[in-house]
C-alpha cells in the first residue's frame, strides 16, 4: 500500500460513523463551509469567474465536499480519489443532493483523463505527497488537466515555527519538512527512527519555499490568504495560474 493509499483505511471508519465528509460533517451546509469551498468562491468571484458551466476538476475529492459545492452552483465536476470508500460516500451525497457529479476512483499521480478543465482543485492533496518527485508529478498532472486561462486551487498546510514540537512524540516524528507516522502497519514505505516504524504522513513546507516550488513548476499567484494555526501549522490557500 502507497503512503497516501492510507486516506482508504480512515474513510472505512467514517462511513461506519455514518459522517459526510472528512472532518466529520453531519449536515451539507457545514460540508460547504469548508475552507476549500469558502476560498474557491471567494477567489473566484474577485477574478470575476462564475460557476455555472465551469468544468472542475476535484483532486482527491473524498466524499465530494468541492466537487458537489462546485456542482451545486452549476458546474460540470469530476471527482477523483483513491479510497473506494470515499467515492461510495460522495455518490451517495450526490444522490441526496440529486447532483450530477463524475466520481472515479483513481491515483492522482497517474490521471490522464484526456480533457482540459476550468478549475483544478487541489482539495488538500498537495501536502500527503511526500517527496520531489511525487510532487513534481502533482503539477505535472495539473498542467495536463489545465486548458488555457484556467486556475488551479491550492489549501495546504504551512509549517510554523519549530515544528519538532508541535506534534506528540508518541505519534509523529518531523524532519527534514516530513512529518512521519507511526501505526497503519499496511502501509510498505516505512522508516525506522530511534527503533520505531514510521510511514510519511505529511510535507510541511515554510510559506517562502512553498512559494518557490510553485514558481519552480511554472506557476504564478494570483489570489492567496493564511489561515489560523493548525496542530502548529498553518493552512495557505492560494489561487494559481500557469506562468505565461
Known sequence: ???????????????NENVLS????????????????????????????????????????????????????GSQSVGIEISSSAIEIAKENAKKLGLSVEFTVGDVLELDLKKKFDVVIDSTILHCLVGSKDRSRFYNI???????????????????????????????FFQDEILWSLGINEISERKVIDGKSYFPHRTLLSEEKQLEEFEKHGFEIVEMEQRSENDGAYDFVALLKVRE
Do not use: Q
Open 1 to 15: 500500500m502507497k503512503y497516501y493509499e492510507m486516506h482508504e483505511i480512515v474513510y472505512r471508519r467514517l462511513k
Open 22 to 73: 472528512w472532518d466529520k460533517s453531519k449536515t451539507f451546509e457545514e460540508m460547504w463551509s469548508h475552507s476549500t469551498n469558502v476560498y474557491l468562491e471567494k477567489f473566484l468571484t474577485k477574478r470575476g469567474i462564475a460557476f455555472p458551466n465551469l468544468k472542475v476538476l476535484d483532486l482527491g475529492t473524498g466524499t465530494g465536499t468541492s466537487a458537489l459545492f462546485a456542482a451545486k452552483n
Open 142 to 172: 495539473v498542467r495536463r488537466h489545465l486548458g488555457s486561462n484556467s486556475h488551479l486551487l491550492v489549501n495546504t498546510m504551512i509549517a510554523s515555527g519549530d515544528m519538532s514540537s508541535r506534534f506528540p512524540k508518541e505519534y509523529f
